[in-house]
Every structure is written in C-alpha cells, then in structure tokens.
C-alpha cells in the first residue's frame, strides 16, 4: 500500500463518480430513516449540482499507487444555498439562519473510504487537511457537517474531531454537526 493525496480541480470531479456514487450506496444501507431518499441521489444529483453553487470548493483524494480509494470534498456557499428542496423534494433549511453571523458557511459536504482502506489513518489525513482549507479562510467562522442517518461510525468520528450535534433535519434523516 502507498497511500498519497492530491487535491483535484472542479474540472477533474469525474475521477470520483464511481465513489460519489459508492457513498451513496453506503449511506442507503446504513439508513434506518428513509432509506429510498437516497435512490435519487448519485454523483449526477449531489456533487455536480454542490460544486456549481459553491463560492469555492476543495477536493482531496487518497490513491493507492494510481487508484482513488477515499475523498473529502469540502466547499464554502452563501448560507442560502441549501435553502429549499433536497434530493427527497422536501422542503428544507440546512442551516440556523438565526444562529449564524456571516452569509457564508464552511462544509464538509462528502467524505469517503473504500471498505479495506478504513482504520487506517486515511480518514484522518483527509479530514484534517480540509479543515485546514476551511480555516484558512478568515471569512469562516460557521463550519458544518452533514451526516446521514445509520451513519454512526462518521458520526462518532466527527465528534471526536471537537464537532458537536447541533440539530437534526428532514425528521431525522440527516444530523446537522457543528464546530461550536
């Protein structure tokens, strides 16, 4: 295993449709909460349609040799941008309006680990090199993270991160995480 990591262009996202889409899979058969909402959601739905709305966005991938086995996509957008429908076509606030001072937000919107790549440190690097990004921004003081439903292995590890659960959406089927 030679593991590195390389931050991709918004042009070159293609390179992880087949995980975007894996994740998918993944949050769909961990869900215990509307499980068929993620029947519409794939690369197409979610990260094509995140990466055109956002101010800005960084993508970290982890290879083994040549092969893309993890990624984390983070992004900064208009507080606004979540607002309204979701993949369910459900309306939606994804964020406290009132609790939030400046107009934009910080996310860590995807995270990723093929099965046999997890436990290893990979998800830390990951994870740590886009908070960097995302706090290097002095414009960012509101950082969130959105964590499917069944999902508790992320959930635990953002919390261990200093990430706080902060509220719930879509009757549960999503946990809004904070850096408060």
């Not at 991709?8 to 993944?26: F, H, Q, R, T």
């Not at 609790?99 to 990951?126: A, H």
């Not at 950082?143 to 635990?156: R, T, W």
Request: glycine content about 6%; aromatic content about 14%.
């Amino acid at each position: 295993m030679s593991i590195h990591y390389e931050i991709i262009s918004d042009n070159n996202i293609i390179c992880i449709k087949d995980l975007c889409n894996e994740l998918m899979a993944y949050q769909k058969s961990s869900a215990n909460i509307h499980p068929e909402w993620f029947d519409n959601m794939s690369f197409e739905s979610r990260m094509i349609p995140s990466i055109e709305s956002a101010k800005a966005n960084f993508i970290i991938v982890a290879k083994d040799d040549a092969e893309i086995i993890g990624y984390a996509y983070s992004n900064i957008c208009h507080k606004n941008t979540y607002s309204g429908g979701f993949a369910t076509l459900k309306p939606v606030d994804f964020f406290d309006f009132d609790s939030i001072n400046s107009s934009d937000v910080g996310c860590l919107s995807q995270f990723y680990i093929k099965e046999g790549y997890r436990e290893s440190g990979i998800g830390t690097v990951l994870f740590n090199r886009s908070m960097d990004w995302l706090n290097s921004l002095e414009s960012i003081d509101d950082l969130f993270i959105f964590v499917s439903n069944g999902n508790d292995n992320a959930l635990k590890f953002y919390q261990s991160e200093g990430f706080k659960i902060s509220y719930n959406i879509l009757e549960g089927f999503i946990i809004v995480l904070r850096n408060i």
